[in-house]
Structures are given as C-alpha cells and as structure tokens.
C-alpha cells in the first residue's frame, strides 16, 4: 500500500485559526522546517484534551482530511520530541506499555536538570531542552517523581584535572 504524500502548502485557513496560528509561530522558533505534515500532527495534539497515542493522531489527521500513514506519523512525532516540542509519556495498561503524546505549548513545563560535579559540588544546567525533556521521561519511565530535580552526578573539568 501506498502511503499518501500530506499537501506541502500550508492551508490559509490555518491562519484565522488561533491553534494553527499558535502551532505555525511555535513551530518558527525551532529549526525544524515548517511542513504541513508535522504542523497537522501539532494541531491534532493541541486540540487534543489528553495525550494521545500515534493512533488516535493518526484518525485525527483522516478526520482533518490529511490522511498519511502511521509510519509517517510516528516519524514525526520523533522528530517533534527530539526538538522538544512533544513530550512522550509513557502509560500503562493490561495489554502492555504504549507511547502516549502531548505538544509542549505556551510555558514550557520547568524541568530542571543539571550536572553535579562529584567533587567540588558545581553545578551546571543541561542547556539543551530536548535532552533535559528526554531524562525526565525515562525517569518518568522508572517511576521517578520528575517534579524534582534531575541531576547527574559526573566530575566537573577542573576537578578532573586534579
Ligand atoms: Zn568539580
């Protein structure tokens, strides 16, 4: 089977409509380039109430007429969490562990993470959001309380050269 190509314009209506144009101007400040596949995929999770899986995603595209396939779908969706637009949750059910997701809009959700030297105590802030979004969802995955604050302990470079 074929999986249908998404339209490459973005559709003009998108800009009376206050998610779309959320989602276009939140969209600009990544390096990600502004495509209609990944914006669909954003408003689908924005006008979503929960986080939902890459299914649900998927039938809500069919429903905005911007049918595609699920690979596509779960390709962007990685795409949209490596740039930390997207946090994935991870939930739980008789039938197994599935990836649930929800778009990171407005205030970002404050996760604090840092480095802690071993030696002398310094700390230093990961800079990069998508990896500080990432070790809070794989302690989120352990069972970790993420309210608090993430650190990794490791030796800083002046106390490694001693
Ligand atoms: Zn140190």
Not at 15 to 36: A, F, H, S
Not at 79 to 91: D, G, I, K, T
Not at 138 to 153: F, K
Request: proline content about 6%; hydrophobic content about 40%; overall charge positive.
């Amino acid at each position: 089977m074929q999986p249908m190509l998404l339209p490459c314009a973005i559709p003009p209506e998108w800009d009376n409509d206050p998610v779309g144009r959320r989602v276009q101007e939140w969209m600009r400040k990544t390096p990600l380039r502004l495509t209609i596949g990944r914006m669909a995929v954003v408003k689908v999770l924005a006008q979503a109430q929960t986080p939902v899986d890459a299914e649900a995603v998927l039938r809500g595209l069919v429903e905005q007429g911007n049918p595609t396939s699920l690979a596509t779908v779960y390709r962007i969706l990685k795409e949209l969490e490596q740039h930390a637009l997207v946090e994935r949750e991870w939930h739980h059910n008789s039938l197994g562990t599935r990836s649930c997701y929800a778009v990171k809009l407005g205030p970002q959700h404050k996760r604090a993470c840092c480095f802690q030297c071993d030696v002398c105590g310094r700390r230093r802030k990961v800079a990069e959001p998508a990896l500080a979004t990432q070790l809070a969802a794989a302690a989120e995955h352990e069972g970790y309380n993420t309210q608090q604050e993430l650190v990794v302990v490791s030796r800083c470079a002046a106390c490694s050269k001693n």
